[in-house]
């Protein structure tokens, strides 16, 4: 072998002693198993006689149905990679790893069932730059690497409980702290604010109370990502945000605030993601977002929001919300009619360029091994079901005002947005037909109008939009016969029970031969089934950080 050798897993079925390839004189990459690949590494002791072993400088295992951690590069102190993520270890991190891999770069040990660090909380890490231990069962304080400049932390889906105040500020140089749904209790440590470099900082699903310390959205100019969601915070969100501010997507969802938003958040110009769900927040609705100008998710749902969408929306171009792609205003005091003209003002919602990125997030290139990209994410109630949203699609497009107090009909303009996804108006007072014009939205899968005073004939034409898998018209004043057509037998009754003068399938009561709708034609419908969350959505279920090393040739 050269110097430098390289050993692929890929396609293999190896077995032995771990120990038993080093005995040669050279430095090796080991580089991934593939999904195929039967490795089965035994556990052997390193013998310490042996003179001549190679210098591992890369070793990737990932994937290879390893149950213990491999003694073979207990005397590796020049490994700079590390992957040994989705495997079978257990127990502690033996305490030699930590002291032996003082050089190592990038450590993986993610989606292993390892119960604890084998370490004190200070870590004796000098030159690390990302360390992933997600999904395993890790229990106590969160570790902290001695020295760091540039570091990226991935500690969620454990159980730690808490963050040793003492040792923050040895977090100086950390980039990103990702620590959702764990244990951790107590108050945000402000020590936060001192940390210059950080960029996301993902604290979400766990028990943290107390208020947001306020140097940590007033002077930071580094944030980009700050994820609070579902812990027991409380109080209101701070008020003084400077002009320097960095943020790109704020979650505070599933707490205990309350007050009124900042309006000092129009100083952050590069925000994208606002998520402030399930509080207490009150006040009328934001216009002054509209000088927001890359806002595309704005989550107000849950709250004590009031008034109207009024005449005073459309004054001017006061509240041209015109990059939003995603408006949950759902079950607030919002009253009033829906003006005509907002809808118009909603540009994102007409088309998708070709030429955009595809998925909201947060992504930049540090270095050979190292790519982070942060998801924004959200969740909202889409086709009956509250989902969090881990990949937020550029073509995914919803608009949801129900369980509020709207009145009047429904404004006709929302047919021009022509990409809208989902669109949920029930539990309102809103009175009149269906518009026919809702059947030029070709990409809906759902709609909910249920629960309101809607009357007159369901529109023939709706019957044609192929990809409409959800449709709730239910507890309305609807009469007249059901469209017949493929795709609406493959409906559930529950979609248009209780309205007293609809008749024929999938309803069990027959229509007479005068129940026959003044709009009925031969219409030839071409159906499409999707399973899942429908046709040009994609989404993961959960918290993500899609980090990983490039260790190809």
């Not at 770069?105 to 292993?112: E, K």
């Amino acid at each position: 072998l050269d110097t430098t050798a390289e050993l692929g897993t890929s396609n293999q079925q190896l077995c032995g002693d771990s120990g038993t390839y080093l005995i040669l004189e050279t430095t090796i990459f080991i580089r991934p198993c593939s999904s195929n690949n039967k490795l089965s590494v035994v556990d052997g002791l390193v013998n310490d006689s042996v003179v001549r072993s190679p210098k591992v400088a890369e070793l990737s295992l990932a994937s290879c149905n390893i149950s213990k951690f491999p003694n073979a590069v207990k005397h590796q102190d020049e490994l700079h990679v590390i992957d040994l993520s989705n495997n079978q270890m257990h127990g502690p991190i033996p305490r030699w790893a930590w002291e032996t891999w003082k050089e190592l770069f990038f450590l993986d040990l993610s989606n292993n069932k390892f119960t604890s660090i084998g370490h004190d909380s200070l870590l004796p890490c000098l030159y690390t730059r990302y360390i992933n231990l997600s999904y395993n069962m890790f229990e106590g304080p969160i570790p902290i690497p001695k020295e760091n400049s540039d570091l990226e932390l991935d500690y969620s889906n454990n159980r730690f409980s808490y963050m040793p105040f003492d040792l923050i500020p040895y977090l100086a140089g950390i980039l990103s702290l990702k620590a959702s749904r764990n244990n951790i209790s107590g108050e945000i440590p402000s020590t936060f604010c001192t940390v210059k470099s950080l960029q996301i900082l993902d604290l979400s699903y766990n028990i943290l109370n107390g208020s947001i310390p306020s140097c940590l959205m007033e002077n930071s100019s580094t944030i980009k990502v700050l994820n609070l969601k579902a812990n027991q915070l409380n109080g209101e969100l701070p008020h003084n945000i400077k002009e320097d501010c960095a943020f790109e997507a704020l979650d505070f969802s599933y707490n205990r605030f309350e007050g009124q938003l900042p309006t000092s958040l129009v100083a952050c110009k590069n925000l994208v993601v606002l998520d402030v769900g399930n509080n207490q927040i009150g006040g009328s609705f934001p216009c002054w977002m509209h000088l927001l100008p890359k806002l595309q998710v704005l989550v107000l749902k849950s709250n004590k929001f009031y008034g109207q969408l009024g005449p005073t929306l459309t004054k001017d171009d006061d509240c041209e919300l015109q990059h939003l792609r995603i408006l949950d205003l759902a079950s607030n005091n919002f009253s009033g009619i829906l003006p005509d003209e907002w809808f118009r003002k909603l540009k994102a919602m007409m088309s998708v360029s070709s030429n955009e990125i595809l998925v909201m997030k947060d992504g930049d290139m540090y270095g050979t091994y190292n790519h982070i990209t942060y998801l924004f994410t959200t969740t909202v109630t889409y086709k009956g079901l509250d989902l969090t949203f881990t990949k937020i699609l550029k073509t995914f497009v919803l608009i949801d005002v129900s369980n509020n107090r709207f009145h009047g009909s429904i404004p006709e303009t929302i047919a021009t947005l022509s990409v809208l996804s989902g669109l949920n108006m029930s539990h309102n007072a809103l009175t009149g037909p269906i518009p026919n014009q809702l059947a030029s939205l070709h990409q809906l899968e759902s709609l909910d109008l249920s629960s309101n005073k809607l009357s007159g004939e369901i529109p023939q034409k709706l019957a044609s939009l192929d990809f409409l898998s959800t449709l709730n018209l239910s507890n309305n004043m609807l009469e007249g016969r059901i469209p017949e057509s493929p795709h609406f037998l493959t409906l559930h009754n529950s979609s248009f029970i209780r309205n007293a003068g609809l008749c024929g399938p999938p309803l069990s009561n027959e229509c007479s031969n005068k129940s026959t709708s003044s709009e009925e034609k031969s219409v030839d419908v071409m159906l499409f089934l999707f399973v899942g969350l429908g046709f040009g959505v994609g989404f993961a279920i959960a918290v993500v950080v899609s980090w990983k090393p490039c260790i190809g040739k």
